[in-house]
């Protein structure tokens, strides 16, 4: 059996023996990013039944017939576009079948119970996935780094050609950020570029639009490639011109705590702790009003999932985690600043994968 067929069973293997601990004898996986972690599939409609025996069955439709068979090998493969209900209706006996609650909605659910056997009770699951994805194999991290690499060269060359500055518009520099992306074989963006300007960079998810670059303007740039599944996920800020006071004040805040925050990712350490290094800074400096969201998530198939780093943050990260580290100073009016890295948890110090100098450039 080839290494990526290995480990996606070795995956099968931890989600049915978790499932079994919770008397389910199956479970139906409709969610297109949980159908590829499990298996390998990446077509646009797929589905996964799972015994708790390990065996499987896959179904998509026929646009997929010779896709699913070269991805998944291993696991039979039969046809039907609503691929929930088609799954459970190959079942016969009594079990209990799980589906996934966070995924599923309710038209779709009554589809399944209609489609279910008697016998099969429809059991919801929730979050045994995505726990098993928190950590990362070896594999998974060497094509993080790998994406998060060819994202940086991006930027780095969009600075370099000058690409930023004033009397360009926030949409063009997008627009010139993700064309190089693509060129260094990036499939897409991992989510809409974000390139916010001056005002607009007080606005978290401001997007980008026809608004100028102005001197002394502050830019902030959030971007992402993504590629074969993963994703990356990086910020820097930038200034257009001439420096202001405001501008140096907030960007020096938001990288020491930034840089704190990157410090205290460690195994062991407690989300809300890590986010909390971030944030106390912010606050003593008298901005933690303008500090809006959510220290850092983890980066894997989706560009959000976790951990979370947060307030209300959940759990300690562990060795082979991902984690960002993102906090900011937006002030309404006048500009904001946000700096961002991703993160692998090692066993000590983390490494930081988004490489990209972080001291302020003036452009």
Do not use: W
């Amino acid at each position: 059996m080839a290494l990526a067929d290995t480990r996606f069973s070795n995956r099968r293997r931890k989600l049915a023996s978790t499932l079994a601990g919770q008397r389910i004898d199956g479970v139906v996986i409709t969610h297109l990013t949980h159908v590829r972690y499990l298996t390998g599939f990446s077509g646009s409609n797929g589905g996964l039944l799972l015994r708790k025996d390990l065996s499987a069955l896959m179904a998509t439709d026929g646009r997929y017939t010779t896709q699913i068979a070269d991805e998944v090998p291993d696991i039979e493969a039969v046809l039907g576009r609503d691929v929930g209900p088609h799954l459970l209706s190959q079942l016969d006996g009594e079990m209990r079948v799980g589906y996934e609650a966070d995924y599923v909605s309710v038209s779709q659910l009554k589809r399944m119970e209609e489609a279910a056997p008697e016998g099969v009770t429809l059991v919801p699951v929730s979050g045994v996935i995505e726990d098993i994805r928190l950590i990362k194999d070896h594999i998974e991290l060497q094509k993080l780094e790998e994406l998060a690499a060819l994202a940086n060269q991006a930027l780095t060359e969009l600075i370099e050609a000058g690409e930023v500055a004033a009397g360009r518009t926030e949409r063009q520099v997008a627009a010139d950020l993700e064309y190089r992306m693509r060129m260094l074989g990036s499939e897409r963006v991992s989510f809409d570029t974000i390139v916010a300007s001056g005002e607009n960079s007080a606005k978290p998810h401001h997007g980008a639009d026809d608004r100028e670059l102005r001197n002394g303007d502050l830019v902030t740039i959030d971007f992402g490639a993504h590629l074969r599944g993963f994703n990356s996920d990086c910020t820097r800020t930038f200034v257009i011109g001439e420096v202001s006071d405001f501008a140096q004040e907030i960007y020096d805040i938001v990288l020491r705590a930034q840089e704190a925050g990157v410090k205290a990712s460690v195994p062991g350490a407690s989300l809300v702790d890590v986010d909390a290094a971030c944030r106390d800074i912010i606050t003593e400096a008298g901005y933690g009003e303008y500090f809006v969201h959510s220290t850092g998530h983890g980066i894997g198939l989706d560009v959000h999932e976790g951990p979370s780093a947060a307030k209300t943050g959940k759990g300690e990260l562990a060795e082979g985690m991902t984690l960002t580290i993102e906090p900011g100073i937006y002030v309404p009016g006048r500009g904001g600043v946000r700096i961002e890295d991703s993160l692998i948890i090692t066993s000590g110090s983390p490494k930081i994968i988004t490489a990209y100098p972080k001291d302020l450039q003036v452009l």
